[in-house]
């Protein structure tokens, strides 16, 4: 018994690496207003927070 299950093409289209920047960017800004992240550590944070954004939706 399989059941197919239709997605809609507005899920398949690949997402853009300025919509990946910008997710990212408001990751980071909303870890450093609730005090999760200090800017002295940004620069290592930002590149962690990108690459899991991207990683996810490339996957």
Do not use: C, W
């Not at 299950?5 to 997710?23: F, G, Q, R, Y």
């Not at 002295?40 to 944070?45: I, L, Q, R, V, Y």
């Amino acid at each position: 018994m399989t059941h197919s299950v239709k997605i809609p093409e507005s899920v398949l289209k690949p997402v853009s690496e300025d919509a990946i920047l910008k997710v990212s960017k408001e990751i980071v800004v909303k870890f450093i207003e609730v005090g999760r992240l200090a800017p002295a550590n940004f620069d290592e944070m930002f590149r962690a927070i990108y690459q899991s954004v991207r990683d996810t939706v490339r996957s």
